[in-house]
């Protein structure tokens, strides 16, 4: 009887070791889990920032062009008349 009861103490003794609080390790689990989704939220307003800043430059470019493209179409037009003229004159 008495190898039953300390065969019972020891598997009681075991089953209570292995049930150990892990809350500490389940605390930094947690705040690994937070710092890493901020870190990425950031990442994410810092990557959208730049991919603002990006499109408003490439829409100044669009303008700046459409601008300089007009400025050479009636710099075109000027030279057509003028080539005109002297078409008519020269005949």
């Known amino acids: 009887m008495k190898k ?7 598997v009681l003794g075991l089953g209570l070791a292995a049930c150990q609080d892990n ?3 389940n605390t930094t689990s947690t705040e690994n889990t937070i710092e890493s989704e901020a870190a990425s939220d950031t990442n994410s307003a810092l990557n959208a920032s730049d991919n603002l800043g990006a499109t408003a430059d490439n829409a100044l470019d669009s303008a700046g062009n459409a601008v300089e ?3 050479n179409a009636v710099e075109n037009v000027t030279e057509d008349v003028a080539n005109g003229q002297d078409n008519v004159a020269g005949q």
């Open 4 to 10: 039953i009861a300390l065969t019972a103490v020891a």
């Open 23 to 25: 809350a500490p390790d």
């Open 69 to 71: 493209n007009a400025g």
